[in-house]
């Protein structure tokens, strides 16, 4: 990525995650002591923000934060990673989204999602950003926000012409439905993200595995997609486009903490997409970050840089 700096803009939900280790979870009317206690900013925004900025992309996030103390640190933390934060709006009425996490003494959790601010983001707001998405080169989509917030970028980019790589996770008003399509618009974005069983919601498949994936891929192209990248974990990625399909297999790394794996390969893919159009060489890069991002603990703190990145495709071309 020599010469010019490639340029990515980040749509995404930003929380903290509140973590607090105990013996046991608590069952209803239950106290139990906690040992530890962190907070750790985190969210598709923030995550995917600082992975394409690790691969030397100049970042701008939009999302929204609250008018409470973890507005600023969320902010405090971006900047750290130089990603640009002029387009994280806050919300004063309402507070920061958050994850509640409980860790008890065998590793096993619970958590407890508040989207907050993030459910505030409107139409407005992005057509305050027209610019800065009118002159990226990938703008990166995470659908779990106001559905009305991620079509308004969808126009945008279009009408000038800007990439879209788009995860059409369900927006924050049909969270935990089925049955309500999603906007014809989603189906203008060049490259689709989802997971496997995503793509099978989305495309009414009762059946989602392996064998299918190429079957739905195909289904998503044919309603307007350009590349559907279907992600299936330790199985790999299923990329299909006009030119036909191919399997991505994944990385063989040591597990350790998948937490940030899917934000570190969309990160990744917007950030390689923004330099060459490539879409299954730019898979190839996003995999690579996706494995080493499992193994480290964490979200942000587990994201790898560019560096390490091509460090393990080398190994993997060597072998």
């Known amino acids: 990525m020599l010469g010019r700096i490639p340029k990515v803009v ?91 996490t409980l860790v008890n003494a065998a590793g096993e959790n619970a958590d407890c999602i508040y989207t907050g601010a993030n459910s505030a983001l409107l139409p407005q707001d992005i ?30 980019a279009k009408v000038h012409g800007t990439k879209v790589i788009l995860n059409p996770a369900r927006p924050i008003e049909q969270r935990g439905q089925h049955d309500s399509a999603l906007p014809i618009e989603y189906f203008s974005a060049d490259i689709l993200i989802p997971n496997l069983y995503e793509a099978a919601d989305i495309t009414d498949h009762s059946a989602a595995n392996i064998r299918t994936a190429k ?24 990329v299909v486009d006009r030119n036909g399909a191919d399997h991505i297999p994944a990385f063989e790394v040591e597990l350790v903490d998948q937490t940030a794996r899917g934000d570190a390969f969309a990160g990744a893919l917007a950030a390689y997409c923004a330099v060459k159009d490539d879409v299954r060489e730019a898979v190839k890069f996003a995999s690579a970050a996706g494995a080493l991002a499992c193994t480290k603990f964490g979200s942000i703190e587990a994201l790898p840089i560019k560096a390490e990145i091509i460090e393990l495709l080398q190994k993997e071309d060597s072998e």
């Open 127 to 156: 057509n305050a950003t027209e610019q800065i998405i009118s002159e990226a080169d990938v703008c990166l989509i995470h659908g779990r926000l106001p559905q009305g917030a991620i079509v308004t970028a969808l126009r945008c």
């Open 215 to 238: 079957l739905i891929g195909s289904d998503l192209v044919a309603r307007g997609v350009d590349s559907a990248v279907i992600t299936m974990g330790k199985r790999g990625c299923m």
């Open 10 to 100: 980040v749509i995404g939900g930003t929380y903290v995650d509140m973590a607090v280790r105990c013996g046991q979870i608590p069952s209803p009317g239950q106290t139990v002591a906690g040992s530890a206690l962190s907070y750790t900013v985190t969210g598709p925004g923030p995550n995917q923000a600082v992975e394409a900025a690790l691969c030397g992309c100049r970042v701008h996030l939009i999302s929204k934060v609250g008018g409470d103390p973890f507005a600023q640190m969320a902010k405090a933390s971006l900047a750290e990673f130089d990603v640009n934060t002029d387009y994280v709006y806050s919300a004063e009425a309402k507070n920061t989204g958050v994850v509640v």
